[in-house]
């Protein structure tokens, strides 16, 4: 009984750090995504000046989700990270460039360009492999006596691609509400402005997604369409965030867009939560297959219960050191 | 030719991991040193120890960030190419893994910000603060780490059911019996590595006659540390292979070069160990030292080769010729540090050439015996991962095929190529630019707050400048 408490409590954990990665992570990469597309090279130098502070702290969250992962349901960790061979290999790689292109583009004159280009490549190039880690899950894994079996490229198929462009334009969303929050003049203009052909974007592939992950997977059609039950809430405030974006651009507000594409993603990812569970590695896998010992759970909650709080606290404390607005030719004081 | 998916994902480790390592054995020695300035600049308000400070911790900022960056491959690699070993050992590594991240990582990040941009932001006491703070991070982060390398050396507290390790007792896990010895060696060449980069930086500035009074200063200092650190070093290595003697005999033939178990055993100055044939060739030793060094017995018995079956050998050259390199290169370190304090009389260490040029070229020596050591104990591990109980093959990913490990292995090659030497580049301006400009970032608030972002130092050349050693970096304003 106890056991299964625990790996509850871990699996809210683990759910916690992700969408904590996903919404932090998801507006910087957004900023990546949308880097080429910016009017000029001023607001370019300013879109970054808006991340900069906070990026390391964001991506540090990923560490956690991995390190916690392998802590707390290990058989995550060793079957999907295989699985996903080439594609964690491709956002590594994304995550490296982008990251160093934050140091050198503001060091480089004759070279800015190529890291102008690493800076949003590496962004877009995460984002999607994010995306398509998603769409695998949706598809569940093949497993054998608890090791995956499957081919080097089943992550890759039409679903995936579709939800790896998914999260792109999710990301992009965050990206570009997260500017609007930030900057202002021409460049808060031009966020407005594309905010709500990309929230079309992402409502059309959500719909898609939607529409196709019952072919995909027949325990989330029998859960979503048997019985109308109290998850269409979920979609319900998904549409009802959507709304509220669009409303809150037409209305130039400068903080509801990008608090609303954050409920946007919350909601939908508890959608998503409910669609498979209690399976982390489906089909086959449940959190309690996949829990570690119940010692080494409750050692790590040990400490983690005291030590997130103060680890909350400095991250809050950095986003309310770098306040406010990020004009042109300014970094942070 | 068939691909191994096995020795690929070896070769691949090593390489990420051996990048990986001489960031961070740089920045725990060096945030040290950044502490202890910045304590004598909040005491005795000497401008000097301030500027010093200042200079040093731009070129933490950019060791660390490519450290970060290089470390977030680390946490994946373990589950993408050693996924059975993962899984195995989760119950242990997985606390361990996370620990570090809590408690350290975040602790480094947080703090990190204030000391590269709060010097004028926040009161000294707690500029100062967050300098130790830093400083801390990095020994709760080697704490980790090593704990749980250590005991893939010396596993202990677990018992193996259904394939899986369970802890039975976390102090005997995490305080397993090779901890305390690698835990000490290992901050010690942290400390090594920070004092000989700093003394070969300072001594190169000397050699120039750039801002000699601080530079001498900081050169003292180091010659005054590395004194005491470096034969320390030598004891505790010694304690270390004792205790390896203990745990791992194989091991210790291996560095040995001492295929049969016997007395008497010389220590080995050079020979070419023939695995094939179960000896060595064109031997040069000293009678008798091997056994005395590793049992303090002139005639004490020394492990050999022979104690396990041929496939249970660890390659035998490249640990024996690995752990002669570290030796070597220590020794070379005791030499310098002890012409350092014969040089001390009417300040001749900082005016003899030929001692600050050999300073120079001995900044470069740590990251080479880090290498070796790290050589030593990985490699004369073999063919165990977790020692005695899981060997690298039953470790592997099962669905890890050869062409995929190529992949990747050419992959992180070239993206590592690529953003290091963009990273190297970056950091030889840092110095070249020197301590003349050390405050000057200060004043500008251009820069974000961030690791790398530190330094105010163009990242080309400027053109025409010719030489580079008079390159200045230039305002470039609110860009």
């Given amino acids: 009984m106890e056991l299964f408490n625990l790996t509850l409590i871990w699996a809210f954990i683990i759910g916690f750090g992700v969408i904590m990665y996903v919404l932090m992570d998801g507006f910087d990469l957004g900023v990546g995504i949308l880097f080429p597309f910016a009017p000029s090279e001023t607001d370019r130098d300013t879109m970054m000046n808006t991340v900069a502070p906070v990026w390391d702290g964001n991506e540090t969250w990923l560490v956690l989700g991995g390190a916690g992962l392998l802590a707390a349901f290990p058989l995550v960790y060793s079957i999907i990270l295989p699985a996903l061979y080439i594609g964690v290999f491709l956002m590594l790689s994304g995550l490296i460039f982008r990251g160093v292109a934050f140091e050198f583009r503001f060091k480089a004159r004759t070279s800015r360009y190529l890291w102008n280009w690493a800076f949003a490549g590496g962004s877009t190039i995460a984002a999607f492999a994010q995306g398509a880690v998603v769409g695998a899950y949706i598809q569940g894994f093949e497993t054998t006596n608890g090791a995956y079996s499957g081919g080097a490229l089943d992550w890759l198929t039409p679903f995936t691609v579709l939800t790896g462009l998914g999260l792109l334009a999710g990301y992009a969303l965050l990206g570009s509400t997260w500017l609007i929050m930030k900057t202002e003049g021409r460049l808060q203009e031009w966020a407005y402005r594309i905010t709500t052909p990309l929230l079309i974007a992402v409502l059309v592939i959500f719909a898609i997604i939607s529409v196709w992950t019952p072919f995909v997977d027949d325990m989330v059609r029998e859960r979503w369409f048997d019985h109308i039950t109290v998850i269409w809430v979920l979609p319900a405030l998904t549409l009802l965030c959507a709304f509220q974006i669009w409303r809150s651009v037409r209305n130039r507000f400068e903080g509801m867009p990008f608090v609303a594409t954050m409920g946007l993603f919350i909601t939908t990812y508890l959608g998503l939560i409910v669609s498979r569970w209690p399976y982390v590695v489906p089909p086959e896998y449940t959190l309690w297959d996949a829990a570690s010992a119940y010692e080494s759970q409750l050692f790590l909650l040990l400490g983690l219960l005291f030590v997130i709080p103060i680890v909350l606290t400095y991250t809050a404390w950095t986003y309310w050191v770098f306040r406010g607005k990020v004009r042109a030719g300014e970094g942070y004081h | ?20 390592a001489i960031f961070p054995v740089f920045s725990i020695g060096l945030a040290s040193f950044i502490a202890v300035l910045e304590g004598l600049a909040f005491k005795t308000g000497n401008p000097l120890w301030e500027k010093l400070s200042s200079f040093w911790t731009k ?22 190419n050693w996924s059975n070993f993962s ?16 408690t350290a990582f975040f602790l480094e990040a947080a703090f990190l910000g204030v000391l590269l941009f709060g010097r004028h932001k926040v009161p000294a006491g707690v500029h100062l603060f967050a300098a130790i703070m830093v400083a801390v991070g990095t020994f709760i982060s080697s704490f980790w780490i090593l704990s749980a390398n250590s005991w893939m050396h010396t596993p202990a507290g ?79 290595g010694d304690f270390h292979g004792l205790n390896t003697m203990e745990h791992q005999p194989v091991k210790v033939a291996a560095m ?15 020979a070419i160990p023939d695995q094939e044939n179960q000896t060595n060739r064109f031997e040069i030793g000293v009678p008798n030292l091997a056994s005395f060094i590793l049992t303090h017995e ?8 022979n104690e396990v079956a041929v496939e249970e050998q660890p390659p035998v050259a490249i640990v024996f010729w690995s752990f002669r390199v570290m030796v070597g290169l220590g020794l070379l370190m005791i030499a310098f540090a002890l012409a350092g304090l014969v040089l001390r009389r009417k300040g001749a260490y900082y005016q003899k050439r030929w001692f600050l040029q050999g300073l120079r070229f001995m900044s470069i020596t740590p990251f080479i015996a880090v290498i070796a050591g790290w050589f030593v104990t990985e490699i004369g591990r073999s063919p165990w991962l977790v020692y005695g109980m899981m060997n690298q093959a039953e470790a592997l990913t099962p669905s890890l095929t050869g062409g995929m490990a190529l992949f ?4 992180y090659v070239v993206v590592y190529g690529l953003v290091f030497s963009a990273g190297v580049y970056y950091l030889l301006r840092v110095l070249y630019v020197g301590l003349e400009d050390a405050d000057e970032g200060e004043h500008e608030s251009d820069r974000p707050a961030r690791p790398l972002s530190a330094a105010h130092v163009p990242f080309e050349i400027e053109r025409g400048s010719g030489d580079v050693n008079h390159a200045r970096p230039v305002n470039e304003g609110g860009l």
Wanted: glycine fraction near 8%.
């Fill in chain 2, 87 to 102: 899984q195995a050992s989760a119950n242990f590594l997985g606390p361990m893994l996370s620990y570090e991240v809590i």
């Fill in chain 2, 256 to 270: 040995e070069g001492n295929w049969e178990t016997s007395r008497n055993v010389p220590l080995l100055l050079f």
């Fill in chain 2, 158 to 236: 677990v018992e193996l059911r259904d394939g899986v390790f369970h802890v039975t007792s976390w102090s005997q896990a995490i305080f397993n019996p090779s901890f305390p010895y690698r835990f000490a060696h290992m901050v010690m060449a942290s400390f090594l590595t920070g004092g000989f980069v700093v003394a070969g930086v300072s001594a190169w500035y000397l050699l120039r006659g750039r801002e000699v009074e601080a530079n001498r200063k900081a050169l003292s200092m180091c010659l005054w540390m590395l004194l005491f650190l470096a034969p320390a070093q030598a004891v505790i």
């Fill in chain 2, 59 to 80: 070129v933490f900022a950019v060791v660390f960030g490519m450290g970060v960056v290089s470390g977030i491959v680390m946490s994946f690699q373990f589950g993408t």
């Fill in chain 2, 298 to 305: 002139w005639d004490g018995e020394v492990p050999g080769l």
């Fill in chain 2, 1 to 20: 030719m068939e691909l191994d998916p096995l020795i690929l994902s070896r070769i691949q480790f090593a390489f990420v991991v051996s990048f990986h």
């Fill in chain 2, 408 to 411: 990747t292995l050419i992959g």
